[in-house]
């Protein structure tokens, strides 16, 4: 089915650790952005990405790092997992053909113990 | 840089009653602006969006937009609220740079909550 996925859903890990968030989507939309939420600061952005192979960072990049060898895809990975990035992310795509409008994915929750 | 400021973090409205969600936006040029719907635990819904033209647009699930330029809003309201109404609802401003957008910027949120 179209549409845009994210895995896993859930996640617990320890500080330190690596851990990487997988997204995916079907539209082929030019724009990918990572996402993250949490209580009393709403959705911030992390990293975005025009198109495969560009990159750049969002409000909050420190400790996250991401790719996009795919158009389809574009994983974020926390190098070394720090108990101030338990939160949830979502990944969304768009393009500029429909004004930048954004389609989310249902999440991931990760906990960093 | 461009924000956007949801003023109320929590409203209450009865079952069938109307609703309007407050939200004002900060940003130099004609925005683009956008209000999604989030259930527990769930993703985010596009409602609606503003490009341009007319100011007034229409969403999904009844919900309809004003934007005002000269009070840089953009509320969001519905005639008769349902049950099912009941979520958290982000506005939200598209941000750019170098010619290109640059992700949402979301206001932090209201939580709206529906009386039997």
């Known amino acids: 089915d179209a549409g845009i996925t994210q895995s896993p859903r859930y996640k617990i890990t320890e500080t330190g650790r690596q851990v990487t968030l997988m997204c995916h989507q079907t539209w082929s939309h030019s724009y990918m952005f990572w996402y993250r939420q949490d209580l009393g600061h709403g959705l911030r952005l992390i990293y975005y990405?025009?198109?495969?192979?560009?990159?750049d960072k969002g409000e909050v990049p420190d400790g996250y790092v991401v790719s996009r060898s795919k158009t389809e895809n574009f994983p974020l990975t926390l190098e070394s997992a720090t108990r101030s990035q338990t939160s949830v992310y979502f990944c969304?795509?768009?393009?500029?053909?429909?004004?930048?409008?954004?389609?989310f994915g249902p999440g991931t929750r990760l906990t960093v113990t | 840089a461009q924000s956007v400021t949801q003023p109320d973090i929590h409203i209450t409205v009865s079952e069938g009653a109307s609703l309007e969600l407050r939200c004002n936006y900060s940003?130099?040029?004609?925005?683009?602006l956008f209000w999604y719907v989030q259930s527990p635990g769930q993703g985010l819904q596009l409602l609606l969006k503003y490009f341009s033209g007319d100011t007034l647009v229409q969403g999904i699930k009844g919900f309809e937009a004003e934007f005002k330029r000269s009070q840089s809003s953009f509320n969001l309201r519905k005639p008769s609220v349902h049950w099912s109404d009941a979520a958290e609802y982000f506005c939200?401003?598209?941000?750019?740079?170098?010619?290109?957008?640059?992700?949402?910027?979301f206001g932090k949120g209201t939580h709206l909550i529906i009386q039997p």
């Open positions: 939200a401003v598209v941000g750019y740079s170098g010619g290109g957008a640059d992700g949402l910027t």
């Open positions: 990405s025009a198109a495969a192979d560009i990159t």
């Open positions: 969304a795509s768009g393009s500029r053909t429909r004004g930048y409008e954004q389609y």
């Open positions: 940003y130099g040029a004609t925005p683009y």
